[in-house]
């Protein structure tokens, strides 16, 4: 365990030893080392993370993905296939607190790697293993990638509208849940540790952790047979909840589903004979008819600007809110009073923008302390000052593809 409660962060005795690559291992990888923990990412040499790669845009070729997800990172140079690269990384862990892999099961046993093997270097290690289908089961061994688990989870079934085909969601939300899922897992291990003295393995799959946000989806169906389908904007029964469109062509969301805060509504459109209107003055009977009221609504909306419907909803305690996009966010004062984006230097962007460290916790606050390195920027910390390699023993490494 790294001892160095001079740092900020909750996390700042954990070391931990990152070789994911790609998105559902290093979200893992990113959330602990937001609060502190050292995060050493393991790369392979040359080539690095092809999240390095990734990315919408990509100003002269860089991506602008990686600065984020391996922020607060150290990055390192392994050649896992070999020997030699294997021994350097059964090194580390002598002194390491949490493993993070994201290879397809049975890898890393492979590369004689296995937890068996290096628990007995270190009994107190927790390997966090994200997967998509987990360790163990008739499909452990397939590849699955985030789209794979969020559509057998059951999410890509009922998102989008029911009259096109299933959605995919605009971010990799399966890999991230499967990552989150993950860092609670690691740091249950490392509470149950204070107790035990054990490390464990840490078993999350990508489907099974979408599975986990589907409400009572299997329940319904189980109890009742019924079966979620595509709702769109809307979730059917629950009203009024929607989108809803503006005089100016602008969009709001308003959720006024709660009989107190649709009677404010009401009150708002100048129609407070509708709360006790037999058809809408229940949340079952506003469930049962759902489009007429939501006609309603959106016709008073319409008569109305983005501001105005805004500032009345929020001085009458209705809940609603914009559609924001990046830019929205960059400008509210909500965001800006908050800290929730941050500029921080990129040695080769200048200052950036993006999203800051949450949750905020009050006496042991994370940071966003560097975006993410350079391929193999730590090799000389983690050679030298960790392992106490000479520069001749790294030189002969370098030359033998082993870093």
């Given at each position: 365990m790294q001892m160095n409660n001079m740092?900020?962060?909750?996390?700042s005795d954990l070391r931990v030893i990152e070789m994911g690559q790609l998105l559902a291992g290093p979200f893992c990888g990113q959330l602990l080392g937001d609060f502190g923990a050292e995060v050493i990412k393991v790369e392979p040499p040359e080539i690095g993370d092809p999240m390095r790669q990734w990315g919408r845009e990509k100003p002269h070729g860089k991506s602008l993905w990686w600065p984020v997800v391996a922020r607060n990172k150290k990055s390192i140079t392994v050649n896992l296939r070999v020997e030699e690269g294997q021994k350097i990384i059964k090194e580390l862990v002598k002194n390491a607190d949490i493993l993070i892999e994201n290879f397809r099961p049975g890898t890393l046993e492979r590369w004689n790697m296995s937890y068996e093997t290096l628990s007995e270097i270190?009994?107190?290690?927790?390997?966090?293993r994200v997967s998509g289908y987990g360790q163990t089961g008739p499909y452990s061994k397939r590849a699955g990638f985030g789209a794979i688990g969020e559509a057998m989870g059951g999410l890509r079934y009922v998102s989008g509208d029911p009259s096109?085909?299933?959605?995919?969601?605009?971010?990799?939300?399966?890999?991230?849940?499967?990552?989150m899922h993950a860092c609670m897992g690691a740091l249950m291990a490392v509470h149950a540790r204070e107790r035990t003295g054990k490390g464990q393995v840490v078993d999350s799959a990508i489907y099974e952790s979408?599975?986990?946000?589907?409400?009572?989806?299997?329940?319904?169906?189980?109890?009742a047979g019924y079966t979620r389908e595509r709702t769109g904007p809307i979730i059917p029964n629950v009203a009024p909840s929607n989108i809803f469109e503006t005089s100016d062509q602008q969009m709001i969301l308003i959720a006024a589903n709660q009989d107190g805060v649709f009677s404010r509504l009401c009150k708002v459109m100048d129609r407070p004979e509708l709360s006790s209107d037999e058809r809408y003055s229940t949340h079952s009977a506003r469930g049962k008819n759902q489009q007429e009221l939501d006609d309603l609504i959106n016709n008073w909306t319409k008569t109305k600007s983005l501001k105005e419907v805004e500032s009345l909803c929020n001085e009458n305690g209705i809940p609603a809110g914009l559609i924001y996009k990046a830019k929205d966010m960059i400008e509210d004062p909500h965001f800006k009073a908050r800290e929730a984006i941050i500029d921080i230097e990129h040695p080769e962007f200048?200052?950036?923008?993006?999203?800051?460290?949450?949750?905020?916790?009050?006496?042991?606050?994370?940071?966003?302390?560097?975006?993410?390195?350079?391929l193999g920027e730590?090799?000389?910390?983690?050679?030298?000052?960790?392992?106490?390699?000479?520069?001749?023993e790294m030189s002969a490494l370098k030359k033998a593809g082993v870093i």
């Open positions: 740092k900020k962060g909750a996390l270190n009994p107190r290690l927790i390997m966090v096109t085909q299933p959605s995919r969601m605009g971010i990799s939300i399966g890999d991230e849940l499967a990552a979408v599975l986990n946000m589907m409400e009572s989806l299997v329940t319904e169906h189980h109890v200048g200052l950036i923008k993006m999203q800051n460290v949450a949750p905020k916790l009050s006496r042991n606050p994370g940071e966003v302390r560097q975006v993410g390195p350079k730590h090799n000389n910390y983690v050679f030298l000052d960790i392992l106490k390699r000479t520069e001749d």
